[in-house]
């Protein structure tokens, strides 16, 4: 091949100019990359948790591979939430490849992180050191980053790069695997250190040794686009799920859009406020009177403003962070004027509810929270969710699908998932024919489970 | 909102999942697929005509489709429905008439469909051959497919006529799932010339079909559908839409003859099944199980309600016991009159029978009868809304607007992020209700000329704005 001789030429100058001349600056940052390494092994630990998923109308167990990182003496543990989120249980490998149980503290997957805590007798015993979160808010493009975990599995892996972009915003109405939406409240921290499933709930270290960002997601066909939860988010709900166990977080059912260069079509000389792009049709938003159009100029007294996209996580965890059944006044600017409104908001309360399979019959359910209402576009909480339903099993045949809402079991009304789950072990003994009595959409149907007429195969 | 759908995911590594190892069934050979799959593939020719410079043109097209079921229900990639290449560029006054679909199989056999449903989310579109039995070798869907990266699948597609219409068989893996739950897939293999083919297990169960859909996993609730390249769609995401638009043909959607009118209950039901009229004690033999009553329709005002069982149309039985049988009422209920009077026989579970009289009203009007207007200098195309579109996007009645048809990407509306399916309310200070107050409001934006045309857009019960910056010289050069 007539390039060869070319491209060994090339290798070779390059071979040549670092072996000769050796740049300062490249001694000293690898020996803060060691220094790095060494401070920061000991808190990384591989986290396996055991997961029930209710997946096609079925119970199963699933296992995967996670990362995640010592954060105090207690033996508290940040990783994601979409890794440890819902475990029936946790086992982590240290840094000594010694493996142990570690326990669920807390889950919020709006911002995807989770904590969990292994026995602080074995963070003095094995002389583990917490990492220390840094200021994510300062950090600058270019800096040198390490991401730590276990990409594809592959423990106490350390990958290299820079801080790509400290301030990305991905578009909201991103939803987890669990099917709660997630990301409205932080930007990301990009980075070209390479991130790979498994990374996940791993640290993004910086030169001090400071974790600025917690793993998280990666893009698909690119090559070394991660994206981090920034150490300012994590930080905070850390803090919340290691003393609470929970996040708690306020919810006014409106969303905004940037106001870009705009301002001449909403009546303004300059742009200022954010806008109200859309208003959850029985949401306190609503009740306050906030419209679609308006401009909100400030909340609880405080100035606002989104003149990019950047801007609007913060406002949504302004909104999150009031304290929950306040009386907040919202300052609008609308075509004939500036208004003033109160908001109260309430609490959001869990995204997603707890799910549970009716085995017998072929399905599994999930409990109706206020905000699956919104998000399913339900009439009311009444019911559970049909969330899977098992090919070939009674359900199926009877035509029953996910995303209907059960809110009759032979003849008797399930408001909630207790009621349901009571109902199922009241009828299923009885082994014959089941009337439930199903919502979708705007429509109403019975379907008939017929558990005893069996279509499936032998298991 | 991005204009560049990245595609983001998760990170956790799924080690194992023992109950993706189960495998129950014989896995069909290549041969035998090839032989089974073959019939139930169609090459779809479909007619348009549109006016360009003033005068009528017809230009043909033609994708894949599937027959889905015995009597002849065909899927098809909703794209053909809203093409925006032809010969010339769209001239105002007309969208694309679909005037015929012509499907034609590799064995000889040819056929006439006509539309039954579109959905602009899904992409998808479901035809019935309009002059056959009901015996066409057909698919069948298998749900609850856990898609893997690695599986392997199947697709088949047909040559076009100069090469004989020979099937063509295309091995596929799914190289990368890109929603949650997968039910989006990256195929490895698959381009565009696979649009609409569907994508078979090794046991010749359709899982999937090759379409465009939304990539972003929140574009569903969002006001901009974002559409992307051609990936695999899992049975599992529009089985739901399947069965509705057989339940929607009954109600809007079905394309009746031009100007011929057609008696409309405004309902949508099921067979009601021998062990369901058992387990509920009303009579067996035949009926309609009564899912949803439309508001303010004549069912709705004769008093009839979901959960309504009928049994008997103007004395005779109703001879439905299964969903197939549906045709049989639909086409009697449709060759009424509107203005005639109907009884229906209802049962109730306690055994009490009564009688309820239906006025038929005309069948509204369907996606395809509504009128379109198309402006030429912001690229879009929009109709009125119709009863399937409030129904659709769960809207209430007196919802006002149009809804965008059909819009070039890099037009002016394109550009600010207008997409198909979206319901424009106002645009600038203008209120935008209805066909010619979308016209009068384009035709004073056009006078003024303003830097900055705002957008006031509604999909479901989300709404968003969307400003375009029209380059006004562009209208001088023509």
């Not at chain 1, 609880?300 to 907040?328: H, K, N, S, W």
């Not at chain 2, 069948?363 to 207007?373: D, F, G, M, Y």
């Not at chain 2, 399937?388 to 209430?396: E, F, S």
Request: glycine share 10%.
């Amino acid at each position: 091949m007539p390039q060869t001789p070319k491209y060994a030429a090339v290798i070779a100058l390059c071979g040549l100019l670092l072996a000769l001349a050796p740049p300062a600056e490249a001694a000293d940052l690898q020996s803060a990359i060691l220094k790095v390494q060494r401070d920061a092994q000991t808190a990384l630990v591989n986290v396996q948790p055991v997961t029930e998923t209710f997946n096609r109308g079925e119970r199963r167990k699933r296992s995967s591979v996670g990362s995640g990182f010592l954060i105090d003496l207690d033996g508290h543990i940040v990783t994601n939430y979409h890794v440890a989120g819902r475990a029936k249980r946790v086992m982590v490998t240290l840094f000594n490849k010694e493996r142990v149980e570690a326990e669920l503290i807390g889950e919020d997957p709006s911002t995807d992180l989770a904590v969990i805590r292994i026995p602080k007798e074995l963070v003095s015993e094995y002389r583990m050191k917490p990492l220390s979160f840094g200021d994510s808010d300062r950090l600058e493009v270019g800096e040198f980053v390490m991401a730590l975990g276990s990409p594809l599995a592959l423990a106490r892996t350390m990958t290299f790069g820079v801080v790509s972009n400290k301030d990305r915003y991905l578009p909201e109405g991103m939803s987890l695997p669990t099917g709660e939406r997630t990301g409205d409240f932080n930007t990301w921290i990009q980075t070209d250190a390479a991130i790979n499933p498994g990374n996940s709930g791993g640290p993004l270290i910086n030169l001090a040794g400071q974790v600025i960002g917690v793993n998280t997601r990666g893009a698909m066909f690119a090559d070394n686009i991660g994206f981090a939860v920034p150490a300012a988010t994590a930080k905070t709900v850390a803090g919340a799920l290691v003393s609470d166990g929970e996040v708690r977080r306020s919810w006014a059912g409106v969303s905004f859009q940037s106001l870009q260069d705009w301002e001449a079509l909403f009546g303004m000389e300059e742009a200022r406020g954010v806008l109200v792009a859309s208003v959850e049709p029985g949401a306190p938003s609503q009740a306050a009177g906030l419209q679609a159009g308006d401009i909100l100029l400030s909340y609880g007294g405080t100035d606002v403003t989104a003149r990019f996209d950047e801007e609007l996580p913060r406002l949504y965890q302004m909104i999150a962070d009031t304290p929950i059944g306040d009386e907040v006044p919202l300052r609008v600017l609308r075509r004939d004027g500036e208004v003033d409104l109160t908001l109260t908001t309430v609490e959001t309360g869990k995204l997603s509810g707890q799910e549970f399979e009716a085995s017998d019959w072929g399905f599994t359910v999930r409990e109706i929270t206020d905000q699956m209402v919104f998000q399913y576009e339900l009439e009311s909480g009444d019911g559970v969710l049909v969330e899977g339903v098992r090919t070939g099993g009674p359900a199926a045949r009877g035509n029953l699908r996910r995303g209907q809402v059960v809110v009759q079991v032979a003849d008797e009304a399930v408001t909630d998932l207790e009621s349901f789950e009571a109902r199922y072990e009241a009828v299923r003994g009885e082994g014959g024919n089941v009337l439930l009595h199903v919502l979708e959409a705007a429509r109403q149907r019975y379907v008939l489970v017929q558990p005893g007429d069996s279509g499936e195969g032998s298991p | 909102m991005n204009r560049s759908a990245v595609a983001l995911l998760l990170l956790p590594l799924l080690v194992a999942c023992p109950a993706h190892a189960k495998k129950r069934g014989k896995t069909q050979t290549t041969p035998d697929f090839y032989a089974a799959a073959s019939p139930t593939i169609a090459t779809v020719t479909f007619s348009q005509e549109f006016v360009a410079g003033g005068s009528t043109q017809q230009t043909t097209s033609f994708t894949d489709g599937v027959v889905i079921s015995p009597d002849g229900l065909v899927l098809i990639p909703g794209t053909v429905r809203f093409p925006q290449s032809g010969p010339g560029r769209l001239q105002s006054g007309t969208l694309p008439e679909l005037t015929s679909f012509r499907l034609d199989f590799a064995d000889g056999r040819q056929h006439e469909a006509e539309v039954v449903a579109f959905d602009t989310d899904l992409n998808l579109g479901l035809l019935r051959i309009t002059d056959g039995d009901d015996d066409f070798p057909h698919v069948t869907f298998r749900d609850g497919y856990a898609a893997q990266v690695g599986d392997g699948l199947r697709s088949m597609t047909l040559y076009t006529e100069e090469y004989g219409r020979t099937p063509v068989y295309s091995p596929l893996a799914i190289n990368a799932l890109l929603s949650t739950p997968q039910e989006v897939w990256s195929l490895s293999g698959a381009g565009t010339n696979l649009l609409g083919a569907p994508l078979w297990d090794g046991k010749g169960k359709v899982v999937g079909v090759v379409a465009q859909v939304p990539m972003s996993p929140g574009a569903a609730r969002q006001v901009r559908p974002q559409l992307s390249g051609a990936v695999g769609l899992s049975y599992d995401r529009f089985a739901g839409w399947l069965a509705e638009a057989q339940d929607l043909a009954l109600t809007t959607a079905e394309a009746p003859e031009e100007e011929e009118e057609a008696g409309w209950l405004g309902i949508e039901f099921q067979a009601l099944e021998r062990p369901l009229a058992k387990h509920l004690g009303v009579s067996e033999g035949g009926g309609i199980f009564v899912t949803r009553v439309i508001s303010g329709s004549p069912a709705a005002k004769a008093g009839i309600e979901p959960l309504d069982i009928l049994v008997s149309l103007d004395g005779e039985r109703i001879p439905v016991n299964q969903d197939s049988d549906l045709n049989k009422f639909i086409e009697r209920v449709r060759a009424g009159k509107p203005g005639t009077v109907v009884r229906f026989g209802r049962e109730a579970r306690s055994g009490a029978t009564d009688e309820v009289s239906v006025t038929l009203a005309n069948s509204p009007k369907t996606e395809l009868q509504a009128e379109r207007r198309t402006n030429d200098d912001f690229e879009i195309t929009v109709r009125e809304i119709t009863l399937g579109t409030l129904l659709a996007q769960r809207l209430p009645p007196e919802t006002a607007g149009v809804i965008v048809d059909g819009v070039t990407g890099a037009g002016w509306a394109g550009l600010a992020g207008v997409g198909r399916g979206m319901i424009i309310q106002r645009i600038n200070d203008y209120d935008v209700t209805d066909l010619d107050s979308f016209e009068a409001a384009l035709a004073k934006v056009t006078e003024e000329q303003p830097e900055k045309v705002l957008f006031f857009m509604r999909f479901r019960r989300d709404t968003r704005f969307f400003v375009a910056e029209p380059d006004w010289t562009e209208l001088d050069e023509q």
